[in-house]
């Protein structure tokens, strides 16, 4: 089939802004022309709060490509015609970070494809790869599909599983579906005119909203393996945080203990069972994990024994402090 830019290959317009969503774009770049790459503003960033762009703008910037960087999209008629007169034939979003109005939807003849790190219509919203590891799922994946004025909820294109390694954090799991990512658009850019889409099944919907500060606090109530669960999810952002005898800590290297046992008393959980190397094993409302570093404010991480040893003091607290989100 010959498109309207006389070749059998699609122009395509990228909108991204995250590190996340570079892969994606080198891999449609080797393969498609890319006529505009469109991501967030520069913002400020550091102590100095030096205006930086995104890396999908530097990205772009460096690599010669045509670049915008919209503040708003809703109403935006300046922006509009931009994306109209770049001639791009499909728009693909990775990590765009901004929603699309239905007006800008209808620019390019085959739509928007968005590339969207979960199996849809599982964890529809801003934080799937994060909701997954904290909600203990062992499987996950990419979903092309085609983009509505809803939250993730426009018809599926493609999909494919990717099984989670249990060591995985956010990190490394990000990795894997960027790559992942990357290969699926490609495929799915090249059957354009022949994908058919499938409606999702709404009743099979659930979501995952954006991270906050709080979603990082421990609930030491919980089993050791949500605990953990939990802590590989906020590995990017917030991060683990505790707190002790109100302190906050930040906490890293967290494993369930293998031996620990079942269920314990809630006014033990979060109880410093004991020293095991340079670690510190903690109960938890079943069982008990492992830490390896603690970092307390102001300071620089250290092993966790070894501060333990420095707080370990008559009228000191042996145990972390419990906490349970407010209930709305």
């Known amino acids: 089939m010959t498109l309207p830019n006389g070749s059998a290959r699609p122009r395509v317009a990228f909108f991204g802004s995250p590190a996340f969503a570079l ?37 772009a ?32 979003t990775c990590a765009y970070g901004k929603i699309l109005p239905g007006s800008l939807l209808a620019v390019p003849r085959f739509g928007f494809l968005n590339t969207h790190t979960s199996l849809l219509p599982a964890y529809r919203g801003a934080a799937p790869i994060q909701w997954a590891l904290i909600r203990g799922e062992t499987v996950t994946g990419t979903t092309i ?89 906020v590995a990017a952002w917030p991060q683990t945080t505790a707190f002790v005898g109100g ?27 004991r020293a095991d190397g340079d670690a510190l094993i903690v109960a938890c409302g079943v069982g008990a994990v492992r830490i390896q570093t603690v970092q307390p404010e102001a300071r620089k991480p250290q092993a966790a024994a070894q501060w333990w040893q420095a707080q370990a003091a008559p009228g000191q607290p042996s145990h972390f402090d419990l906490w349970e989100p407010t209930q709305p």
Do not use: Y
Not at 26 to 53: H, M, N, S, W, Y
Not at 251 to 269: C, F, H, I, N, P
């Open 23 to 59: 892969p994606v774009l080198d891999a449609i770049r080797a393969e498609f022309e890319v006529v505009l790459v469109v991501a967030q503003p520069d913002k400020p960033v550091g102590r100095g709060l030096k205006l930086t762009p995104p890396p999908v703008a530097a990205h």
């Open 61 to 92: 910037a460096a690599l010669g490509l045509p670049l915008a960087q919209p503040r708003k999209l809703r109403g935006n008629a300046t922006f509009e015609a931009q994306l109209r007169e770049c001639g791009a034939d499909v728009a693909v």
């Open 145 to 233: 599909m085609q983009t509505d004025e809803g939250m993730d909820t426009g018809p599926l294109l493609l999909q494919e599983a990717l099984p989670i390694a249990p060591d995985w954090t956010a990190l490394e799991l990000a990795d894997a579906l960027a790559t992942q990512a990357a290969r699926l658009i490609v495929s799915a850019l090249h059957d354009l005119p022949t994908l058919i889409p499938t409606a999702q099944d709404d009743s099979q919907a659930t979501h995952a909203p954006l991270l906050v500060k709080e979603d990082g606090f421990v609930r030491w109530q919980e089993s050791a393996q949500a605990v953990v669960n939990r802590h590989r999810g």
């Open 247 to 273: 302190s906050r800590l930040k906490l890293a290297g967290l494993s369930v203990v293998a031996e620990s046992g079942g269920e314990v008393d809630q006014t033990e959980a979060g109880q410093i069972l």
